[in-house]
């Protein structure tokens, strides 16, 4: 099964950006779907944005569209989170997940995927 972890977390001012990778090992890359989820204080994980399996299809929760970017590089084994124009409610943790399972093309935010990863905390300061 495959490992996942974060890295590129840190502390940024708003309106600064960030980039997030998620390395994978311990499988075929190219078998998950993949995504992005982030937990914000005292609130429940959200889907954040998804790409599917060869990277030629992406999905991004509404509040993020036009500000980040996920994609990912099958011969590197990683996913990336890029994160532009960030703003202090983007604090958050933020966790990188896959999804082996046939029928779901690409992690959206009614997937619940099998695997994730540590997370990687993101401060964004107003």
């Known amino acids: 099964q495959v490992q996942l972890v974060e890295s590129g977390g840190g502390l940024v001012q708003a309106g600064g950006s960030l980039r997030l990778s998620c390395a994978a090992s311990g499988d075929t890359f190219t078998k998950y779907a993949m995504g992005w989820f982030r937990r914000a204080p005292g609130k429940e994980r959200e889907f954040v944005a998804g790409?599917?399996?060869?990277?030629?299809?992406?999905n991004y929760v509404d509040y993020v569209k036009g500000r980040f970017t996920i994609s990912r590089d099958n011969g590197k084994n990683t996913v990336y989170l890029q994160m532009n124009s960030l703003k202090p409610e983007d604090t958050a943790i933020y966790y990188c997940a896959a999804d082996s399972r046939l029928h779901i093309p690409q992690v959206n935010a009614s997937t619940n995927p099998g695997y994730w990863g540590q997370g990687t905390q993101v401060t964004v300061s107003g």
């Open positions: 790409i599917s399996r060869l990277g030629t299809r992406t």
